[in-house]
C-alpha cells in the first residue's frame, strides 16, 4: 500500500497452480528483488495452507523482521462455512475490526454466550494475526486484502492471453497505473498539501473532533493525560490514556493509522506540542511523489536477458514447478 492507502504494484508472478512450492517461489523473488532486506513489513493474505507455511520459511514476515497477518474477510468467511450463522460472522468481523481491547472483550463475551463451538473456533486463531486490538499497529488500518484485489480490475481481460502477452499487457497497465498516481501527486504538491489525501482528511477530521473532548494532564515528563469523549445519545463519556512521549492513545487508533488520534491532538494542544509533526513521514507528499517517479525499463528481446540476478533460485521443489510450466505453456519463465 501506498501513502495515500492506495494498492502500489511491485510484482507478479505467473504460476501454474496456487500451491506451497508456487508461493515459496514467489515469495523468494519478492525478498531478493523487491524487499532486498528491508525490515519491518506486514504481509496480509487469506489462510492458504501453502502459504502460510512458504511465509514461515523466509526471513521477510517472520517476528522480528516482519509480520503476516491475515485477511479479515477471509476469516470470517471461513467462520461462516463452518459455524453457517450470519449474527455471529457480524460479530466476528466486528471482532475482529475492533481497536479497542476492551470492546474485543466485550465482543468475544457475546459470541460466546451465543455459541461456544463459535467461539473456540476463533479463540483457537492467533489472534494478533486477524484482530486490530492485538496487531500492535502493524496493519496501517488495512483489514482485507480487497484493495489488492482492485488489481484484478487493473489485468481485466488479459487473464486468457498467452504467457508472454500477459506480461507485457500487465507491465503496460501498471506502467499506466504509476502514471497516474504520479499525477495525482503533483496535484497534491500544487494544493500545497504536507500530506496524502487520506491522512489529510483522517488528521483533519480527528482535528475537529478535538473539540468535544475534555482533558485532565498527569505527567509532564511522559506527556501523558487522560481524554473524556463527550457524550453523544448511547455513545461516549469514555476515557481514553494518552501518552505522546511513546506515541500512544489507549483507542488504539494512533497506533494503527500513525496519524494522532482526536484524544491525542486533544493532549498535544493541552502540552503545547505540535500534532502536525507526529504524523508518520510516509504519508509526506514528497515521499508519496519520490515513490511514484521511479523509471521503467522498456523490455527487451528474450535475447538480451542476460542479467544474473534474474536466475531462478536453486531450490529442487521450485526447479520442478517452473520446469513443468516452461514445458506445458512454452514460454519464459
Ligand atoms: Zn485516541
Redesign the pocket.
Known amino acids: 500500500m501506498d501513502g495515500n492507502q492506495q494498492v502500489l504494484p511491485l510484482a507478479f508472478a505467473v504460476v501454474d497452480e496456487e500451491t506451497y512450492p508456487s508461493w515459496k517461489w514467489f515469495l523468494q523473488q519478492l525478498s531478493r528483488h523487491v524487499i532486498r532486506g528491508r525490515r519491518g513489513m506486514c504481509l496480509i493474505s487469506d489462510r492458504h495452507v501453502g502459504l502460510i507455511k512458504a511465509v514461515r520459511e523466509g526471513p521477510d514476515f517472520v517476528s522480528p523482521h516482519g509480520v503476516h497477518r491475515y485477511c479479515l474477510r477471509h476469516v470470517c468467511s471461513n467462520f461462516n462455512s463452518t459455524i453457517k450463522n450470519v449474527v455471529l460472522k457480524d460479530l466476528c468481523w466486528q471482532a475482529g475490526s475492533e481497536y479497542q481491547l476492551r470492546k474485543f472483550n466485550r465482543i468475544m463475551d457475546e459470541i460466546k454466550k451465543q455459541d461456544v463451538k463459535a467461539f473456540a473456533y476463533l479463540d483457537a486463531i492467533n489472534k494478533e494475526k486477524w484482530t486490530v486490538s492485538h496487531d500492535g499497529g502493524w496493519r496501517c488500518g488495512i483489514l482485507t486484502t480487497n484493495m489488492s484485489e482492485c488489481i484484478n480490475g487493473v489485468l481485466k481481460g488479459a487473464r486468457r492471453l498467452p504467457v508472454s502477452a500477459l506480461v507485457e499487457i500487465t507491465l503496460e497497465r501498471t506502467v499506466h497505473y504509476f502514471h497516474v498516481r504520479a499525477m495525482k501527486g503533483q496535484k497534491m504538491l500544487q494544493n500545497n498539501q504536507l500530506w496524502t489525501d487520506f491522512a489529510c482528511k483522517m488528521f483533519i477530521s480527528w482535528q475537529q473532533k478535538a473539540v468535544e473532548h475534555t482533558v485532565t494532564k498527569y505527567s509532564h515528563a511522559q506527556q501523558s493525560a487522560s481524554?473524556v469523549t463527550r457524550r453523544q445519545g448511547r455513545h461516549g463519556m469514555n476515557t481514553?490514556v494518552?501518552k505522546i512521549a511513546n506515541r500512544e492513545?489507549?483507542?488504539?487508533?494512533?497506533n494503527q493509522f500513525g496519524i494522532p488520534?482526536?484524544?491525542?491532538q486533544k493532549v498535544c494542544g493541552a502540552y503545547n506540542i505540535s500534532a502536525a509533526s507526529m504524523v508518520k513521514d510516509y504519508y509526506d507528499v514528497m515521499a508519496y511523489n519520490n515513490t511514484y517517479s521511479k523509471h521503467f525499463e522498456p523490455v527487451q528481446s528474450e535475447d538480451y536477458w542476460d542479467d544474473p540476478n534474474f536466475q531462478l533460485v536453486h531450490d529442487p521443489t521450485i526447479r520442478t514447478v517452473t520446469r513443468s510450466w516452461s514445458k506445458s505453456n512454452n514460454t519464459h519463465s
Not at 492513545?249 to 494512533?254: D, I, M, Q, V
Open positions: 481524554v481514553h494518552v492513545c489507549s483507542c488504539g487508533k494512533w488520534c482526536s484524544h491525542a
